[in-house]
DNA sequence: AGATAATAATGAACACCGTTCACGAAATAA
DNA sequence: TTATTTCGTGAACGGTGTTCATTATTATCT
């Protein structure tokens, strides 16, 4: 045999993120159990800690693919020969689209914390620039006065204040967005933001 | 002895939302133990179910002993004889405050997640208008051409936007605001959504 | 190829959690 | 006081993530 070991190993890690990403898709970050998950994956409970540190890990993993598509998507949804404006209104929906369509993934990106005071690795961390990545652009045609360093926080808090209305009008309980509301009062705010943000 | 048996209940009741409440400021929402609970609150184990229907139901109390200290503070925040845009720069500087100051129970306002179909009591529900109740005067102001429905919708919106921004910033391990930088950042998403929605 | 060493998978056992329940204590009613 | 209803008690239950001695598998060496 040659590197079946490595192959073995990276096969089974495979099949746990599935199994994890299939469980939380059908039943919230709250339904993922580690005895459901290996049984899944066709492995004993206890290979779940030879192949990751812990559940969190594993979720992490899973997280990261889901980053991954949602980048993916914002990406794609950016429109060519457009103005900032309209890049910024494309961006919104298609983050709403996203989170509508794979939303109980989606909400494990935010509702998903590791133990007090562990970190998520770096790797990880650096994963989440997909987020923001697409509004760079678009912001800094609106506000060429801002260095670089601003820019990108601007940035965060443009796409923070977004993900904070189609977080309260998905997963809260109170002072909730009706769902068919929710792609009207995105496109309001984020005309808003870039009207008031444009001089 | 006279109404001696509605008194002990409710005096239960309010050490353990007490104790309830400590823990959680203490160690956040995670680190509430039934037992340690119990324990601070000087009853046994059994003694919450007889309180409360289970777990989360005494963190509902606590939860609105939050919204209500927070409501207090936003209403507090209302500078008297200014124009809305200086009422809603106000009122999302409190907001700050309070989940700076506040951050575990502020949190938990927004992280506790009841078991899935299982509804809030309308009790609570309501409590969260305090969230929205000050937004609405100063955005009619801007807004006059808005019926009271779209005004209320557009008010949560406003409110969801902030929160985002506050929630991404104090509870994200990525693409997240310093905190020193949180109160310019909310201030400029604010200043930029006043000036959109103005005209 | 066969023997040996290193490694990984197994699943029963562990520690801890929220919740329940038979029992005894206490407060009300008779 | 006595009977009855109600409530607090804490051991026990079921379910959780995680560990660990044991077994099985793979790689290494002669």
Redesign the pocket.
Known sequence: ?R???EE??ED?KKRLIDAAEARIAAGGLNG????DVTADAG?????L???FE???RLILHVNSRTLARLGAALQAAVPVGQGPKEVMAALAQAYVSFALQNFRLWAALFTHRLPEGIEAPDWHRAEHAVLIANIIAPLAELRPDLPPQALQQRARTVFAAVHGVVMLALTARFVATPRDQLPGEVAALVEAMTRGLAD
Chains 1, 2 share one sequence.
Do not use: I
Not at 32 to 35: C, D, F, N, Q
Not at 43 to 47: P, S, V
């Open positions: 045999m590197n079946n070991r073995q190993r089974l993922l159990k580690a005895r492995c004993a409970l206890g290979a800690y030879t192949a812990d559940l969190d």
